[in-house]
T-cell receptor, first 113, second 118 residues
Framework: KQEVTQIPAALSVPEGENLVLNCSFT??????LQWFRQDPGKGLTSLLL?????REQTSGRLNASLDKSSGRSTLYIAASQPGDSATYLC????????????FGAGTQVVVTP | GAVVSQHPSRVICKSGTSVKIECRSL??????MFWYRQFPKKSLMLMAT?????????EQGVEKDKFLINHASLTLSTLTVTSAHPEDSSFYIC??????????????FGNGTRLTVT
């Protein structure tokens, strides 16, 4: 059974520092991996989607890497801002599950001014 | 961009009553929608896959008679929590995928419903 783990569970950094969020998964037979942002009491906003054949995706200050063989993905957020404070979730879609995401528990990020 | 509307955003009900949550895709069609449940500081847990025009597929451990799912059209799925109990209090989120997208495209999520059962 696929298990998705995110470390650390919480992270606090001063504004301007780079953020590094880790996600690991136990079964490498994934179709793709998706990173989300969740603000308190809100739904999910998709940040980046990495296909299993890709090694990374970039969007603005965000960069996500994927190492499928080792079961790891990392989300980098450059030059963090207080507005980046949120919980970040990673989720994998397994090859034969078409749309069913397995989520990690998330990393709660606080960026202090 | 694709928008999924979930309603209501918050609901408080008494034990024993039923609550219906709606999930609508506003500008795209979705043959399949997914319902998730989230406990505080825990990961989202898939409850069921809602299929347009057919029965929902429930994940192991989810009571289908308690969590009734109806997907009557390509833009609407509903989750009804029947005979709610305090332990059903949680954050429920739906998601949908645009069927017109080729290959795989990101799922779009609603803003969630905070259910509190007193």
């Amino acid at each position: 059974k696929q298990e998705v783990t995110q470390i650390p569970a919480a992270l606090s950094v001063p504004e301007g520092e780079n953020l590094v969020l880790n996600c690991s998964f136990t079964d490498s037979a994934i179709y793709n991996l998706q990173w989300f942002r969740q603000d308190p009491g809100k739904g999910l906003t998709s940040l980046l989607l990495i296909q299993s054949s890709q090694r990374e995706q970039t969007s603005g200050r965000l960069n996500a890497s994927l190492d499928k063989s080792s079961g790891r993905s990392t989300l980098y957020i450059a030059a963090s801002q207080p507005g980046d404070s949120a919980t970040y979730l990673c989720a994998v879609i397994e090859t034969d599950s078409w749309g069913k995401l397995q989520f990690g528990a998330g990393t709660q990020v606080v960026v202090t001014p | 961009g694709a928008v999924v509307s979930q309603h209501p955003s918050r609901v408080i009900c008494k034990s024993g009553t039923s609550v219906k949550i709606e999930c609508r895709s506003l500008d795209f069609q979705a043959t399949t929608m997914f319902w998730y449940r989230q406990f505080p500081k825990k990961s989202l847990m898939l409850m069921a896959t809602s299929n347009e025009g057919s029965k929902a597929t429930y994940e192991q451990g989810v009571e289908k008679d308690k969590f009734l799912i109806n997907h009557a059209s390509l833009t609407l799925s509903t989750l009804t929590v029947t005979s709610a109990h305090p332990e059903d209090s949680s954050f429920y989120i739906c998601s949908a995928r645009d069927i017109s997208s080729g290959g795989y495209s990101p799922l779009h999520f609603g803003n969630g419903t905070r259910l509190t059962v007193t």
